[in-house]
Nanobody, 124 residues
Framework: QVQLVESGGGLVQVGGSLRLSCAVS????????MGWFRQAPGKERQFVAA????????VYADSVKGRFSLSRDSSKNTVTLQMNSLKPEDTAAYYC?????????????????WGQGTLVTVSS
């Protein structure tokens, strides 16, 4: 069984930074793409970013492009979402996800594994 465990959420002021990590255990996901979603209270879960496991190909939602950066460390089986210039609208629970391809994650369908989520709160 594959497990995704997020860490790094918390409270930050507007304009600040946070780094979220997702540790993958259970087996090596060399054939999987990884990504992040977020869900604000009362809103639907939305795509944030995705990265191919075997390359540096990344895709970002327009709302975070230029502020967020997604990377992966294959040797540690982790992916990291660096979030800069945070805004109040970034407040949400952030979920790590694993799927067959970057396209699958972007589409929001067919995600094979989910993490339990980590809360990010941006205060003004």
């Amino acid at each position: 069984q594959v497990q995704l465990v997020e860490s790094g959420g918390g409270l930050v002021q507007v304009g600040g930074s946070l780094r979220l990590s997702c540790a993958v255990s259970g087996r090596t996901l060399r054939s999987y793409a990884m990504g992040w979603f977020r869900q604000a209270p009362g809103k639907e879960r939305q795509f944030v970013a995705a990265i191919a496991w075997s390359s540096d190909y990344t895709v970002y939602a327009d709302s975070v492009k230029g502020r967020f950066s997604l990377s992966r460390d294959s040797s540690k089986n982790t992916v990291t979402l660096q979030m800069n210039s945070l805004k109040p609208e970034d407040t949400a629970a952030y979920y790590c996800a694993a799927a067959y391809s970057v396209g699958t994650i972007v589409a929001g369908t067919g995600v094979d594994y989910w993490g339990q989520g980590t809360l990010v709160t941006v205060s003004s």
